[in-house]
């Protein structure tokens, strides 16, 4: 399973962006889980957001990052994965429950799993830019693919790159710098 580390995202090798800056499906995997518990929204249950968010691409250990420019069948990825995914849990107690999260990441088939899913697209959205402002590509496709999600998030990240970077709370005149708490100095 720690084969997630090797395993690298297929979409970025598409650039000539450095080996050692590409992003594994273990470093997508964890942005995904943080954006997915930092921003859960109350009504999702976050215990079941997180166990989508932590699973969702654990099948890649065995059958690689695989794109839509792969042109693989959808129907034929989900059952690569789903097949993976048993082989990878089965001597484990909870190999069942896992092969359910995987088949309700898949259909998107609750509140949790759509939640994960967008956080998957924002993931790779905010990767692209990264890696726009390190390497000089243009890397709107990703951007592009992930608009209409984006949008339903209420995020537009088809603007210039410069107006994407979050207000920090001096230049946001709601959050006024009283209510900003400076952290504890340590002596």
Not at 47 to 71: C, F, M, Q, S, Y
Not at 72 to 83: I, T, W
Not at 128 to 152: C, N, P, Q, T, V
Request: hydrophobic letters at 40%; glycine letters at 4%.
């Amino acid at each position: 399973m720690l084969g997630l580390k090797r395993v690298l995202r297929a979409g970025w090798t598409r650039y000539p962006i450095p080996e050692k800056c590409l992003e594994s499906v273990a470093d997508h995997t964890f942005g995904v889980l943080l954006l997915s518990w930092l921003l859960c929204p109350p009504e999702l249950d976050r215990g079941r957001v997180l166990e989508l968010a932590l699973l969702h691409d654990l099948p890649e250990v065995l059958t690689g990052d695989i794109t839509p420019h792969e042109k693989v069948d959808d129907g034929e990825k989900r059952a690569a994965e789903r097949a993976a995914m048993h082989t990878l849990t089965e001597p484990f107690a909870d190999s069942a429950d896992s092969l359910k999260l995987l088949e309700e990441y898949q259909t998107a088939g609750t509140p949790e799993a759509r939640w994960v899913k967008a956080m998957d697209k924002l993931e790779m959205v905010l990767q692209s830019l990264i890696y726009e402002d390190s390497h000089g590509f243009d890397l709107s496709e990703f951007r592009d693919s992930a608009a209409e999600k984006m949008k339903e998030l209420g995020l537009d990240f088809s603007r210039e790159k410069s107006d994407l970077a979050p207000a920090t709370p001096l230049e946001n005149p709601e959050v006024a710098p009283e209510s900003v708490e400076e952290p504890p100095r340590s002596e």
